[in-house]
């Protein structure tokens, strides 16, 4: 009786950990993404092309966004999602680098977040990040000043790659 309750009870400890640790390890931003021009509401001249490449892992991910602007201007952005409530800097080449200097970003919960992103201490941009349940589209929400320097609401959906 005491050898089956240690098996039982050590069997139960290993699938719990390994259901743990799977969970742990799955963040459902990882990956790339790709802008869906018809689904997302852009304020101006949509871009020619948006990728969003994450990597990383735990409360630290970077992001690569590589835009190509409605006049082939290029861009690329280093997002540091690091999931403190802290500002970064975010290094920005581009039209975007007029914009913002450091990002700041809060987790709701595992498809939720909220950021802010400011320019010499002062906010520029707030939104929020939500990727859907099933994990294949990424949404990013925006409010603030936009890359023609008005105010702007934009909606950018992303298609996972």
């Known amino acids: 009786m005491n050898r089956r309750t240690t098996l039982t009870l050590i069997s139960t400890g290993l699938l719990f950990l390994a259901a743990n640790i799977g969970l742990a390890q799955t963040n459902p931003q990882i990956g790339t993404w790709k802008l869906n021009i018809a689904k997302s509401k852009i304020a101006g001249p949509p871009p020619r092309s948006l990728i969003l490449t994450f990597s990383g892992e735990g409360d630290t991910l970077t ?32 039209a975007a680098a007029a914009l913002y200097d450091t990002s700041t970003y809060t987790r709701i919960n595992i498809n939720t977040i909220n950021f802010v992103r400011t320019k010499d201490g002062k906010t520029v941009q707030t939104g929020s990040i939500v990727v859907s349940s099933d ?5 990013v929400t925006t409010e603030g000043v936009g890359l023609n320097g008005q105010q702007s609401n934009e909606v950018l959906v992303f298609d996972r790659q």
Do not use: C, R, V
């Open 63 to 94: 992001n690569t966004a590589e835009s190509i602007d409605a006049q082939g201007q290029a861009s690329k952005t280093l997002f540091m999602h690091i999931y403190d409530g802290k500002p970064h800097p975010t290094p920005t080449t581009g």
């Open 135 to 139: 994990g294949k589209t990424y949404t």
